[in-house]
């Protein structure tokens, strides 16, 4: 990977947590304050199990099964997305690293790729009981990826997203016994992961069993940045998943 020619420092968050700990709603938000780009390893790899290669098809059977995708697929997908121009500044990581191998590598790239980089991880804590009850009534929007949960946060008109108008979905990987499974491998992953931000000093633990609004002054709090007046004000735009154009692209 090239050197990019930026030169100011690069602001890097990581956002860890279990499945339906927030990550996806704290990163909306959050990239909408800071107005740098939420980066979903999961919104990318579900985009690519779209795709009607026989990569795709294996991708999706990594996710719908609850699995890790392989490092090589996500690290590939991960570098294109952040050599776009609009990671100069910064961007948000949602739900990478989830492994100490692939917090090796997010090191090396950015090492390799930004000449100053200011590296903060922020780990989100929710009681198991909790992540299930969200899971099972999360909804989102296949188009923008914006999502919903029927019970706490559900859109302005019947199952159809505030955004653009489409129809919501459930993602297959919400199924309760996929739902477990990832469980399983998060909670066999993290604490090695975890270990190793604990020690480099740059983790934050988040109390993630509270109001998203709540949790997004923490966020902001624990990044040194002082809370805005209206926090929802800025949620309405997702300032993630962007798909840019060629011109934007490094
Ligand atoms: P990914 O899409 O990242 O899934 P995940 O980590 O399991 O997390 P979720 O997206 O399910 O939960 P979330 O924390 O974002 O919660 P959300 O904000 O939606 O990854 C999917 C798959 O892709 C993986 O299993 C794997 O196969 C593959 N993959 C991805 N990254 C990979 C990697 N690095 N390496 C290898 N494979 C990878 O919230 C959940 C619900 O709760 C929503 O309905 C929301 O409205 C609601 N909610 C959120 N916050 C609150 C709150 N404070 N109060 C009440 N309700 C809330
Ligand atoms: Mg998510």
Redesign the pocket.
Known sequence: MSVSNQTATTFVIV?I????????????QLAATLKIPHI???????EYAGRSSGVGQQ?KN??D???????SL?MNV?EERTRRRDCDAGFIL??????YA?AKLLQMTLLSSWKAFDLRVLQ?I?PKP??LA??S????CPVCGT???????PPLRNRMCDLDGQALIT?D??LAST?LE?LR??EEQVPALINYYRQCGVLTDVD?????R??AADFLRALSLHPPLDLEKTAAQPAHFGSQTEDESR
């Not at 979903?40 to 579900?46: I, N, W």
């Not at 949602?94 to 492994?99: A, I, L, Q, S, V």
């Not at 009534?137 to 989102?140: A, G, K, M, P, Q």
């Not at 999502?147 to 946060?153: C, D």
Request: charged fraction near 20%; aromatic fraction near 6%; glycine fraction near 12%.
């Open positions: 956002l947590g279990p499945p339906g700990a927030g990550k996806g709603t704290q990163c909306e979903s390893t999961g919104h990318l790899l579900r991708v990594f996710i099964a609850g699995n890790l995708v392989p490092d996500v991960l949602d739900g990478f690293p989830r492994t692939q989100l929710v909790i992540l969200r899971l009534s999360r909804l989102i999502g919903y949960n029927a019970t706490t946060k993602r990987d919400d739902v990832r491998i998060y993630g069993n509270r109001t998203v709540e949790i």
